[in-house]
C-alpha cells in the first residue's frame, strides 16, 4: 500500500514524495484529518486526483484494496458527520501545511515542480529563470511560470517567446499591408480610373504620330549610303563574275594609262603661248566612261537579282549620269535671296544604325551642331527655340552647339534681340551679355524634325523660314566654355572634349541642387 500510495501521489503531485509526507498520510484516522491533508494537495475538478482520493480513503479508512477503475464519476460522498462549532453551525475546513524543507533548511529531495503557476521566492535559485519584469523588476522563475506578473500584472516572457511573438506581429503586418493593397488595386477610386484612361489616350496619340513620322520619312531612314559605290573594287565579296571580270579589266586599264611607258604618252606643245599645258593623264571624258561602264555593269547585275539601279544609289554610283534625281526644296523667291550654301544632296552622312526615337533621346552620341553667332548662343540660352536648315536630320536626342569662328557684328546682335523682344512681347528679356567664338557653348533636345508645311501647321507663328526646321527644348549653358574647332553639318565631337563637356555640365547640376 506504502509503495502504491508514494508512486501514484508522486504522478498527481508531478514531484517526489518525501518519507515524512508519507507517514503523515498513514497517520490519518478519520476523514476530517483526509480532508484537511489533501485539500489543499488535490482538486477533484480532476479524474486523476478524484480516482486517487476514493482509492486512498479507502486503504486508510476502511481497508480496502484500491479500485483499478471507477465508473462513477461524480464527487465521493463520505458518511462523516460535520464538525460542529460551540455556537452553532459548521466548523470551517482549516488547511494543514507540509514542510518540504529539513532542520537545517535544505530541500529534502530534489527540486519541487507543482502544477501550474505558483508564487516561489527562489529567485530562480531552485528554478531556471524565465525572466526579469519590467514592471516590479521582481525575478521570475519556472515555477511561476510566463504570463502576466503574480504581483504587478505586468506580462513576463522567456526571449524565445518574445522574439516567436515578434515574428508573429511583423507576419501579421505585412499581410495586413499586403491585404490593403490588394483591396486598393481591386477597387480603384473613378478619379484613378479616368488618370489611367486619359495616360493610354496620351500614348497611343504618341505611338500614332510616331509611326505617322516613320511613313513620312521612311524613304529617308532606310536610304543606304554606301561609300564603296563611289569607286569600285575587283576583290570585293558582293560582287558577281560578271561584275568583277569588268572591274578587274578597267582597272587593268586605268593602271596602264597612269603607269604605262612614257613612249606611249602624247605631249602638247604651245608654240605660240611658249607654254607646255599640264593635262592629267586620266581625261574627264575618260572617267564619264568608266562611270558608264560601271552602271551598265551594276544595272545589268541588278536585273538579274530582280531589282533595278535608280535614284539616290545611282546618283551615288555616278553623279553626272542623267538618272532621277530624288525630289529638291523649290525655294520662293524671297528664298533664293538666302546667300548660296554649298551643294548637296540634301541627306546628312551621318546614319544611326537604330531607328528608335526613344533609344536616340536617351543616349548621348557625341552630335554637335556649329552655328554662327549670335544666334548659337541665343539657341543655348533658351530664347531661340527652333533653328532651320536646309536638309534633314534623323537625329533626335541632345545635340551639342558650338559657335563657328565668325565674329558676330553688333547690328546682327542688335537686330535679333530687337526680333525676339517682338516675337516674345516682353522688352525686359534676358540676353547674354557676350557671344563668344569658335567655343562649345552647351546642349539642347532635339525633339523632332520638321518640313516647313508641317512646321506652320504646328506653329503658325513660328521663328523660322527654313525648308526643315529642329524643334529643340531642355537648354543648358555650359558655365566653363572650351574650345572647339567646327565642321560641317552635324558632327561627333572629340571623344576628350565630350568627356570635359559632360563632367562639367555635371558639376554645374551638383552645384544648383
Known sequence: MEKWLSETLSKCLDCVVTDQMMSTILAIRDDQEFDNYFGNLLSEDIEEHRLFLHNCRRMLLSGKQPRSNVKNKSPVTTNAAPVQRAGGGVAKKQGKFVSMYAGDGKLMGDTILLKGRRSCDCQAAEHTLINNCLGCGRIVCEQEGSGPCLYCGEPVYTNEEEQQMAKAAATTRANTKGQAKALKKQQPTAAAGKCNKEASLQQALAQRDRLLEYDRNSEKRTTVIDDELDYFQENSVWLTDAEREKY?????????????????????????GRELPDESLVSKEYEQQVLRQLAAVSKAAAIDQGSSLTGQSALALAPNLGVAKPPVFKASKEQKAWPAQPANDGLERIYNRVQDKELLEMQDMRQCLSMHQPWASLLVAGIKKHEGRVWYSEHRGRLWIASTAKEPHADDIAQMEQF?????NDDNLKFPSHYPTS??????????????????DLYPQGESD?????VCSKPEQL????PVQGEHKIYELPLKTHNAACKTMLRARAVKG
Open 248 to 272: 578587274e579589266q578597267l582597272k587593268s586599264e586605268m593602271h596602264e594609262m597612269k603607269h604605262g611607258s612614257r613612249l606611249k604618252r602624247k605631249i602638247k606643245v604651245d608654240f605660240a
Open 420 to 424: 525676339y523682344r517682338v516675337l516674345y
Open 439 to 456: 567655343s562649345l557653348l552647351g546642349c539642347v533636345n532635339v525633339e523632332s524634325c520638321l518640313p516647313q508645311e508641317e512646321y506652320r
Open 466 to 470: 527654313s525648308p526643315y526646321v529642329f
Open 479 to 482: 558655365p566653363l566654355l572650351l
